[in-house]
């Protein structure tokens, strides 16, 4: 009896082990929740910063990968300030006192956005995870009092920010709750938080994110708010234009 007792065990073990997902699997499940083709999010963000705490508003506009559109709206010393992205280049607009299009490109999209803890590329990425990343679980563990898969990701390219990383997946709703992304040398860099999700439809997506860049001294970190969010939106394309940035 023990030793049938022992081998059930063993094979209902196996069979655990069998129906976990690949890593593949679970980027597929990610991508899936967090890709947008196209929507319209107004969003909130609060700095904790060396100086004190700010929040800035904006207007986002996003159609697959290589567009986006955004417009500050709050505080008044910020309004006006719009950003570009096409085909993986940025333009800034700032419209007082100097009236001028700024170019972002190359290793400036790491910069920081208004002294944030994110840079151009954290702000405008959409692009999958799955074509980004090779990804391996490593285990299970509780975040926040839910279950998780840990999963390390390792970057297909070599032009990549962060060459590694490592993902805490919420093994329901398939969203990283906890993120730490690392470069090539294995020094870390910046990690970020889920601390509030929402059910918009067929997919979870992040309602409150934390983000802190471990390159800074002396920030509390960043808080990254979505007030609202419509992925039914008709853009037209006149909004990804520079023209449109002056408007």
């Not at 926040?144 to 970057?155: E, I, K, M, P, S």
Request: charged content about 30%; overall charge positive.
């Amino acid at each position: 009896m023990k030793k049938l007792t022992a081998v059930f065990i063993f094979l209902l073990s196996g069979f655990a082990f069998a129906q976990a997902p690949s890593g593949e699997e679970i980027l597929k499940h990610i991508d899936k929740n967090l890709i947008i083709d196209r929507a319209l999010l107004n969003t909130t963000m609060v700095i904790h910063g060396r100086a004190g705490t700010r929040s800035v508003k904006s207007k986002n506009w996003i159609e697959g990968r290589d567009k986006a559109f955004v417009e500050y709206t709050d505080p008044p010393r910020e309004k006006g300030k719009k950003m570009l992205k096409l085909a993986g280049q940025i333009w800034n607009y700032i419209p007082e006192p100097t009236d001028r299009i700024i170019t972002i490109s190359g290793h400036l999209l790491r910069q920081s956005v208004m002294g944030s803890d994110l840079s151009y590329e954290d702000i405008t990425e959409n692009r999958k995870l799955t074509d980004l990343y090779n990804a391996k679980v490593t285990g299970s563990e509780k975040m926040n009092g839910r279950d998780c898969y840990v999963v390390y990701l390792t970057a297909k390219q070599e032009d990549i920010t962060y060459y590694s990383r490592k993902l805490w997946v919420d093994k329901e709703r398939w969203l990283p709750l906890k993120e730490e992304m690392y470069a090539r040398s294995g020094k870390p860099l910046k990690m970020s938080e889920i601390n509030d999700v929402m059910r918009i439809e067929d997919r979870w997506y992040p309602k409150k994110m934390t983000f802190r860049d471990l390159m800074q001294t002396g920030g509390e970190g960043t808080e990254y708010m979505i007030d609202s969010i419509n992925f039914h939106v008709n853009i037209p394309a006149s909004q990804f234009t520079k023209a449109a940035l002056k408007k």
